[in-house]
């Protein structure tokens, strides 16, 4: 298994549970093209409330699902891995923010075990 | 639309689901104080367990559901945007956390399409 | 109560649901010995879909229910205290990474109401 640690990056994508891309959920086709990118792992967070450049509110309630909840997408690895892949990632997207952060790796599975 | 990119912040909001302000939930009024002031967006997310400065652990379950669930709103913008509305966020709060690092925006909206 | 403010270290644990320690879930687990350690506050989010090391994706869904969905547990103290923690929590872990990153903190809760 590849190892990463130390200084890396932790990528974030936004974007909206709606979004598509080739006749599928967008963090579904992005969560495919990391994995078969040997990506060291990718989270997929969702939200219930939000709104981004379009500026209408998005909720989740009982009585009224929303067709567009907030999609947060995580993953960390090597700033060189990322920058390679930011294109195919951007080139999905029809919408949506990406931001890069430092953040220090203090463990990564064990190799011990 | 404005646009962000290059070094921006991300703010992120720690409080709990049962906050109030002026008889309604304190995130959902957050959310339309950032969509009035114009921010770039706002991502509202709802965890399953958490604790704060009480120190009581609130967990979701199927049979019990705790009335107090963690929320973290996070908003990216500039640090002198997020500077400026900063007094109108901590007046509403009566406990909870907010902090602020430093991002990289790579991309927010394409202005191509 | 301990204050926390200026320059602290936030830290994210990345688990799977389904982990244990002690014949109880890990995510609890952590949570009980943060709280036990009196750090500032824990928040456990619950992602809808990921993949790890193991490079399965899990996801969730309305018909099938995955048995490993993707845990973040979020901790921001001083780099002090949870440096001395890390070890705690890396002896209780199998696999999953844990990043740290440099946040400012901007408000915890008010010392004035």
Redesign the interface.
């Known amino acids: 298994?590849r190892k990463i640690e130390g200084d890396?990056v932790?990528m974030?994508i936004?974007i909206g549970e709606s979004d598509m891309w080739e006749h599928r959920s967008l963090?579904?086709s992005l969560?495919?093209l990391?994995?078969s990118k040997?990506l060291?792992?990718?989270?997929?967070?969702?939200?219930?409330?939000?709104?981004?450049?379009d500026?209408i509110?998005h909720?989740a309630s009982l009585f009224r699902l929303s067709p567009d909840l907030?999609i947060?997408i995580?993953i960390?690895d090597t700033e060189e891995r990322l920058q390679t892949i930011?294109p195919e990632i951007?080139r999905r997207?029809?919408?949506?923010?990406?931001?890069?952060?430092?953040?220090?790796?203090?463990?990564?599975?064990?190799t011990d075990?």
Do not use: H, N, W
């Open positions: 298994m890396q932790l974030r936004f963090y579904m969560l495919e990391f994995r040997s060291a792992g990718a989270t997929v967070l969702k939200g219930i409330a939000g709104f981004g450049p500026s509110i909720t907030p947060i995580e960390v930011l951007d997207m029809s919408g949506g923010l990406i931001t890069m952060e430092k953040v220090r790796v203090v463990r990564y599975e064990r075990r």
